[in-house]
């Protein structure tokens, strides 16, 4: 028998596969039950019915892996037209190898078997006929054929067995707790019997059948029993899959938690039967990101490696019809059942509003069921859209709560103070007939009621006297009446003042270099207003005020108590100025309570 050298570099190719192709030296088991597999259907497609795969681990009896079929098998041509294919393996040969190849994806499983062993013994006989043929390939890079006759043909059954002796350091993937885990993970749902030989000579069969090859024919209790041993916890619901055009089918699972930011789409996906990948995240759109799917396939294309799908037309035609089936369910919720399609947007809303302020096909879908809070209440953009085609938003939670009170209940203000709202606001005028705009606390207040042209006299007598109470705040005031008659004043600046206040609030509290050069970013004059104390003239309070004489004592103190109130009511932060002035009206209304001036105290 004459051994002779590959025409390649094989230990070269052999660190190709282990360093550029494959995820490691564990994917050589599932490359030999591929090509065996694969080996089953060709015999099956000239009329075989049966199919076994047998797989014998490293044991105490044995230092041999064996993997046996009783597929279609290999006459002596087939072997050299092997050969051939295994000795012009290259870099480009392994990429661009066709799945219909079936020899040359034999070549390439059995090459990554030189990532455990040094030694890869084939023994197969073709179902064709023909004398049964030895095959031996060394890691030295040579190989040798035998055919076999006499006993030793006898003894070799139509189809194929690799015999592997794994290195010591690598043994431990062939022992038998290894090779049933391995079994079970990579081909658990293939359409072929697979058995483990234990090391006590039972045959342990580890076939399943799985529930997402044909999910319409499921009970939802099914899909969701197999979703809870996907995701480790209950699915909010489960989604049938089904792309007729390439073979696949499946099931998404809508995650019951909001994955963190930039975290996989993870689907589970088959080829086959046969595991190609536990973490695929080209399967779905992008905006596909709150489902976990598992799917089977058998017109998608994989890579060299068996562990990624090829980028074509199939795979994005795939994508789409998947896309399909996740609006779907999204639009019945929205037609059936609104609040389960309310707790969905609870769960992702933030994720779904991420991705939807720049994806088109995203944002058609979801922005008509997004609900923003208002100053009349929470609604959806589409019931919004219906009742006030033109809309006004707040940019800031400050801005809105300082705009809201102003807002009248057939105009209301939208809070877009959240991540990712104002842009979903403007996106929305694409998909649904309204203008947005932001809203301007000036006109608001402009547009709220004029008190009557009768008693503009004592309108303007109030508005002076309180400008002067509020000189030293940088507050001017103005009367406007509005609803509800309880509430007294509302305070409103515009966001430039209120960003100006916050840098001067930091300033006040950092000093030093940083304090400095904060205050030198705002100089505003002196007699700058920061904003305006609406005082409200259907409020009784403020009536009493108004009527007041205009030596009364009383007035000053009891509108700087008005205007701290209303920037409490509007959550603005206080500054040193607004607490002295509190303190200093406080003193004041308690003096004239007990009888006393300014100053003086009691006995």
Not at 312 to 321: F, V
Request: charged share 25%.
């Amino acid at each position: 028998m004459e051994s002779t050298p590959f025409q390649v570099h094989l230990r070269g190719v052999v660190e190709l596969l282990s360093r550029s192709i494959y995820s490691g030296p564990a994917v050589y088991l599932r490359e030999l039950i591929q090509n065996a597999a694969d080996a089953i259907a060709a015999r099956r497609d000239e009329g075989y019915t049966g199919g076994l795969i047998t797989i014998t681990p490293v044991g105490p009896r044995s230092r041999e892996l064996i993997v046996s079929d009783n597929g279609i098998g290999l006459d002596r041509g087939e072997v050299a037209e092997l050969l051939a294919t295994v000795g012009r393996s290259s870099k480009r040969d392994l990429l661009d190898m066709p799945r219909s190849d079936r020899l040359g994806q034999f070549g390439i499983g059995l090459l990554s078997c030189f990532m455990i062993a040094d030694e890869i013994r084939v023994l197969t006989r073709s179902a064709r006929g023909g004398d049964p043929v030895e095959w031996l390939g060394r890691a030295d890079g040579t190989f040798s054929v035998r055919p076999l006759s006499g006993p030793e043909a006898d003894a070799v059954p139509v189809g194929t067995q690799v015999v592997l002796a794994p290195r010591a350091d690598d043994a431990p993937l062939a022992s038998e707790e290894s090779v049933l885990s391995l079994a079970r993970d990579y081909a658990e749902y293939l359409p072929v019997q697979i058995d483990v030989i234990r090391a006590d000579g039972r045959a342990t069969r580890i076939n399943e059948t799985p529930v997402f090859v044909d999910p319409q024919r499921r009970t939802a209790e099914e899909l969701l029993d197999y979703g809870r041993e996907l995701l480790g916890t209950e699915p909010f619901e489960a989604i049938p899959l089904a792309v007729p055009v390439t073979g696949t089918t499946g099931v998404a699972y809508v995650l019951p938690y909001a994955p963190p930011p930039g975290a996989r789409q993870a689907s589970r996906v088959y080829l086959g039967g046969m595991l190609l990948s536990p973490a695929l995240d080209e399967l779905l759109p992008e905006w596909g990101f709150f489902v976990r799917c598992v799917v089977n396939t058998t017109g998608l294309h994989p890579t060299a490696s068996r562990e990624a799908l090829i980028d074509d037309s199939a795979l994005e035609e795939t994508r789409d019809g998947l896309g399909a089936a996740l609006r779907h369910w999204v639009l019945q919720l929205a037609a059936t059942r609104p609040a389960t399609l309310n707790r969905f947007l609870a769960v992702h809303h933030l994720g779904l509003r991420s991705v939807a302020v720049h994806d088109d096909e995203l944002a058609a879908l979801i922005l008509p069921h997004l609900r923003f809070e208002t100053s009349a209440g929470t609604a959806t953009l589409r019931e919004l859209a219906a009742a006030h085609p033109h809309l006004r938003y707040a940019a800031t939670v400050d801005e809105f709560r300082q705009l809201a009170p102003l807002a009248r209940p057939d105009a209301p203000i939208v809070n877009a103070g959240h991540v990712y709202d104002e842009p979903l606001l403007r996106r929305a005028q694409e998909f649904l007939e309204m203008v947005v705009e932001r809203a301007d606390a000036s006109e608001l207040m402009d547009a709220l009621a004029e008190p009557p042209l009768a008693e503009r006299e004592a309108v303007t007598r109030l508005e002076r006297r309180a400008d002067a109470a509020l000189a030293d705040l940088q507050c001017a005031a103005t009367v406007r009446g509005f609803a509800p008659p309880e509430v007294p004043a509302l305070y409103v600046t515009d966001q430039d003042v209120l960003g100006a206040q916050r840098r001067r609030d930091v300033a006040e509290g950092a000093g030093g270099l940083w304090g400095g050069l904060l205050s030198r970013l705002d100089s505003p004059a002196a007699d700058a207003p920061r904003g305006k104390l609406c005082l409200n003239w259907n409020n009784r309070l403020v009536r009493t005020l108004a009527g007041q004489e205009q030596e009364g004592a009383g007035f000053t103190p009891a509108v700087r108590v008005l205007y701290v109130q209303a920037l409490l009511a509007g959550q603005h932060a206080l500054t040193r100025a607004d607490r002295g002035a509190l303190t200093e009206a406080m003193g004041r209304i308690v003096h004239l309570a007990v009888g006393l001036e300014p100053g003086e105290t009691s006995a």
